[in-house]
């Protein structure tokens, strides 16, 4: 389908007009709001990076939530024992994620498709909480460990404010990062793997290495969410990168609409404000994800995003096929 | 030692095979693997507890009951949930057998969530002791039930008409398909008699284990394990399998380190994935690209 | 702060009041507070606890409040879950704007909390969770209303020890922070004394079968064995224990169980008959001592199945209360927070141990008795074979 230059130039001013409006957003939010924000930013990242894997390549691997936790710990780990600024970590802790990201592929490539590699990197993953609770010389162990709170460039680490504006930065910077990537003829070989891997690699694509890209790039952004989630929240726990994490980051690509990033931003902003609403009933959030996941299923399978494409072309990605 | 831990590996491990087994009959016929089994297994103890702690039933005919209720379940959401997005993809299949899974065990924690709850013994008999050996009630009861019930699942699936019409659609779905087998009647099915092998499991080591809405979790777990193990998608494999890994958790425990036994599983994953994908009893577990 | 741009430190400003204020969350009839809890997640038994407290909040209400002031819960759920926790203690101190904090169940929620609710100043009792590290340094404003990890662990181990000839002591525990906040201190106590544990085994939650790691303790027959598991897994190593014939080593367990809900869930007294655990009660969960905090809890919350957790926060609440009937009607944060600091030697009517905080010490419950099977009752101890 071809765009109009019109919408072209409305698309990309509704790009950057989003995170420019959200500067603003501190000026009316209180720390709990302004944490909630953060979240979704780190969700965002997590969602964005589950979707590069699940949704653009089509292939269950499930180690995200693993990358997730490497990234923390590096993250932690680079500035207690190295002595890193925190900002310093977050490229690092990327390359950690994307070196995961790298193992998993090497496993899909080997022929471990679907389930079955669902169900590898799912014990791998598991395998990586086991060792932080038992590396304790490294990780702390179940106490987890604390990150220092005084400051980087001026600012504490404490400071939900702060942190917002380099969330903010990073997750622009990915975001635009990934469209590009897509749009790429790499990005489109993705998407052909996906659609039919042996018709790719038969047109000379090397599908191998689009495999690996997508893999590491996931990787990447899912390691950066880790450094991010450390500094959110002051201290990494192994219990924070468990199952209910991976459940939480699907159902996130899923409302959103597999492959499309859009639906990437769209379903982290949602599945991390809804809960907060659902507070006043504690001890439904289990049968609430469910039923979420449930309905959009049998409802609309491909996401909110789906519906906002229906609505105006200025929604439509140049890298998306249904 | 080894004789006792022997023994008790074959108890856990007749529970794993089942999972395992029930796990893989969904996967063969219609190649979903299902990411809520071990909530299943949960739904079918909790419903057994219903039977015969509120209202008084005896273990057998409650035990039956929420088979057969489990069965209904499994064939309900063939019908009604996976039915509707068949054609979509996989990763859509996942996502509704975890979204199921997770929403049975928050309506069960909804209803229970705060207790850790007795399930009454079945065999509660004195332990037996052959020397230095302990036979107790509940290791013979599990072994005995799920060998017969594993021997009549494999004698109906060799001998029996139906058994023929599984290996049909097992070998070909459009072949059968072509010679008049009403396969979605038959993934249906097949869901039905996943889940109620499941739950089985899951009353079987309820009285062992007590009852609490996280119950099947490990077991989903120690399920893939025995799949994998067994050659991805060989039933008589996920049974050996899960043996096999009952066995393994108890030796690695004993011998090793007890930190291993819960992870006995992971490794073994990755093990089978470094030495020989295929499984120990491999049909082809390797997607050709 | 001086080199972010001028309008972030703008927003910071506006953001201070709230930090600031010392009669926030108060009004003439009502001091509201925040109660956090594990009400959802696998750990939501804990929140027994906090609806133990809220039964307080309730029972005091009824008898007209503290200085006409009413206690309103503000009850907020953390799913034992750290970013879930945060969230929760943030929307209770600046949206909901509560005067102060009691509750918290989950030892790591509230040790990556701890940064938080220490800049922001208000009031927090800790009522349930027990790692040392919460209030240990001392923070002004944050109180632990419960014995630590250290002191039930320490316990543990002087109760074992207490036993003639008790000379090789074995420990089982999981592996999460929860078991090492008793264990660690028990296993220091025990190498004070000269006895280095012959074995420390993993049973991890979710294990149905204790059978390795029962062989390995047959193996060398401790004298007493000290176990830090959760409920489903005490009954089952319990159990196990007894059927490979091991059931005359007494085993020393936590107050994550009680003696009365693992007979039940065993079923049988001959398994549990050696088990002894932390008790930080005055009296048997089912004992007279106990009957009007039951029947408290029982009053508002009728359906509520009741558990050695169910009453840990109220001992917390008592001492609340003291403290704010003693600061007068013109209460302030800063004026609750000196009170606390006054708290001494306080007999709570439910805990076993006195509260005593200083300016210096947060830590205020420094004890616990053991509760044990006596003639097939459960019995207060104090130490082996001696009632309480």
Not at chain 2, 66 to 80: E, I
Not at chain 2, 251 to 258: L, P, Q, S
Not at chain 3, 339 to 359: F, M, N
Request: proline share 4%.
């Amino acid at each position: 389908m071809s765009i109009s230059p019109a919408t072209l130039r409305l698309r990309t001013a509704l790009f950057w007009a989003v995170p420019v409006l959200a500067c603003a957003l501190p000026l009316a939010t209180n720390p709990y709001t302004q944490f909630v924000l953060n979240s979704m930013l780190i969700s965002t990242l997590l969602t964005l990076g589950f979707n590069m894997v699940i949704g653009s390549l089509g292939q269950l691997a499930f180690a995200n939530v693993a990358f997730f936790g490497l990234g923390a710990y590096a993250s932690v780990i680079a500035m207690n024992d190295l002595g890193l600024p925190w900002l310093a970590t977050i490229p690092l802790s990327g390359l950690v994620g994307a070196a995961g990201g790298f193992l998993a592929s090497a496993v899909a490539l080997r022929g471990i498709r679907l389930y079955y590699l669902a169900i590898v990197t799912l014990a791998f993953g598991e395998l990586l909480r086991w060792l932080y609770i038992h590396a304790d010389r490294l990780t702390g162990g179940t106490d987890g460990l604390a990150i220092p709170r005084e400051g980087f460039l001026g600012f504490r680490l404490g400071d939900d404010t702060a942190q917002f504006y380099v969330f903010l930065a990073v997750t622009v910077v990915l975001v635009k990062g990934t469209l590009n990537l897509l749009r790429s003829r790499l990005g489109r070989s993705i998407v052909a793997v996906r659609e039919n891997e042996i018709a790719t690699a038969s047109l000379g694509i090397p599908t191998a290495r689009v495999i690996v890209t997508a893999f590491m790039w996931s990787g990447f952004l899912v390691g950066v969410a880790g450094a991010l989630f450390a500094a959110h929240i002051g201290r990494v726990f192994p219990e924070s990168f468990g199952l209910t994490q991976l459940i939480v980051g699907f159902a996130m690509v899923l409302v959103g609409g597999t492959g499309s990033v859009l639906g990437s931003v769209l379903g982290a902003v949602l599945l991390t404000a809804l809960p907060e609403y659902v507070r006043a009933f504690p001890g439904m959030e289990e049968i609430f994800f469910g039923l979420v996941v449930i309905v959009v299923l049998l409802c609309l399978p491909q996401g909110l995003a789906s519906l906002l494409r229906r609505l105006s072309p200025v929604f439509l990605e140049r890298h998306f096929r249904e | 030692m080894l004789m006792q831990l022997t023994l008790s590996g074959a108890s856990q491990g007749a529970i794993y095979a089942l999972v395992a087994l029930s796990l893989t009959v969904v996967y063969r016929s219609t190649t979903v693997v299902n990411f809520g089994h071990g909530d299943l297994v949960m739904s079918g103890a909790f419903v057994a507890y219903v039977l015969v702690v509120g209202l008084g039933l005896a273990f057998l005919p409650a035990a039956v009951i929420a088979v057969v209720a489990m069965f209904g379940l499994g064939v309900c959401f063939s019908r009604g949930l996976i039915r509707p997005i068949r054609g979509g993809p996989h990763i859509g299949f996942a996502l509704m057998s975890i979204a199921l899974g997770y929403t049975l065990r928050g309506i069960a924690r909804t209803v229970w969530g705060r207790e850790v709850l007795p399930m009454p013994r079945v065999f509660d008999i004195e332990p037996i002791f052959l020397g230095d050996v302990v036979l107790t009630g509940d290791a013979l009861f599990t072994i005995a039930t799920v060998a017969v019930l594993l021997g009549l699942f494999f004698a109906m699936l060799t001998f029996t008409d139906i058994g023929k019409m599984v290996q049909a659609v097992y070998q070909s779905e459009r072949g059968a398909r072509l010679v008049g087998i009403n396969v979605s009647r038959f993934h249906d099915l097949s869901w039905g008699t996943g889940a109620a092998l499941g739950a089985v499991g899951g009353i079987l080591i309820a009285p062992v284990s007590f009852l609490h809405p996280d119950l099947g979790a490990s077991f989903l777990i120690k399920g893939f394990a025995a799949m994998t193990l067994g050659g991805f998608g060989s039933l008589g494999g996920a049974v050996l399998g899960g043996v096999v890994l009952g066995l393994a958790e108890q030796y690695a425990g004993a011998y090793i380190d007890t930190a291993l036994i819960d992870i006995t599983a992971y490794l073994l994953i990755i093990l089978v994935l470094l030495v020989r994908p295929r499984g120990l009893f491999g049909r082809k577990a390797v997607v050709k690209v | 702060m001086k080199r972010l741009p001028t309008f972030l430190a703008a927003t910071a400003l506006l953001a201070a009041p709230a930090l600031a204020d010392e009669t926030t969350g108060l009004t003439d009839d009502a001091i509201t507070i925040g109660v956090m809890g594990p009400f959802s997640g696998n750990a939501s038994s804990y929140s027994k606890a906090e609806i133990g407290l809220m039964a307080f909040y309730d029972m005091i209400n009824e008898a007209g409040g503290v200085h006409g002031r009413k206690l309103v819960a503000v009850q907020e759920d953390t799913g034992c879950d750290t970013a879930k926790g945060l969230a929760a203690a943030k929307k209770l101190i600046f949206q909901d704007e509560v005067f102060m904090l009691q509750g918290n169940s989950c030892s790591g929620v509230a040790v990556a909390l701890r940064p938080e609710i220490e800049e922001a100043g208000l009031p927090w009792i800790v009522a349930h969770a027990v790692s040392d590290t919460i209030s240990d340094p001392v923070a002004a404003n944050i109180f632990h209303g419960v014995p630590t990890g250290n002191a039930n662990g320490r316990a543990m181990a002087e109760f074992v020890l207490s036993r003639p000839d008790t000379k090789k002591v074995a420990i089982i525990e999981h592996s999460n922070d929860w078991a090492h906040s008793y264990s660690n201190p028990a296993q220091a106590y025990l190498k004070e004394h000269g006895v280095e544990p012959t074995e420390v085994l993993t049973m991890e939650r979710g294990q149905t079968d204790a059978t390795a790691q029962v062989l390995k303790m047959r193996a060398d027959r401790p004298d007493f064995i000290i176990a830090a598991l959760y409920e489903a897994e005490t009954a089952i190593f319990l159990r196990d224990l007894k059927k490979y014939g091991l059931g005359d080593i007494p085993v020393m367990g936590t107050a994550g169980t009680d003696l009365e809900n693992t007979l039940k869930r065993v079923g049988d007294l001959e398994t549990v008959k050696n088990y002894y655990v932390i008790h930080p009660y005055v009296d048997n969960l089912d004992g007279p001592g106990m009957q009007k905090w039951a029947d408290m809890i029982h009053k508002y919350y009728p359906d509520e199945e009741l558990t050695n957790f169910s009453y840990i926060a109220i001992g917390s609440g008592v001492a609340l209360v003291k403290a704010l009937e003693a600061a007068g009607p013109d209460l302030t944060r800063s004026k609750l927070i000196a009170e606390l600091d006054k708290i001494s030697d306080l007999d709570t009517g439910v805990l076993s141990a006195p509260i005593t905080w200083t300016a210096d010490d947060h830590q205020g419950v420094k004890g616990s008795a053991v509760s044990g099977f006596v003639d097939g009752k459960p019995t207060v101890l104090k130490a082996w074979g001696q009632p309480y």
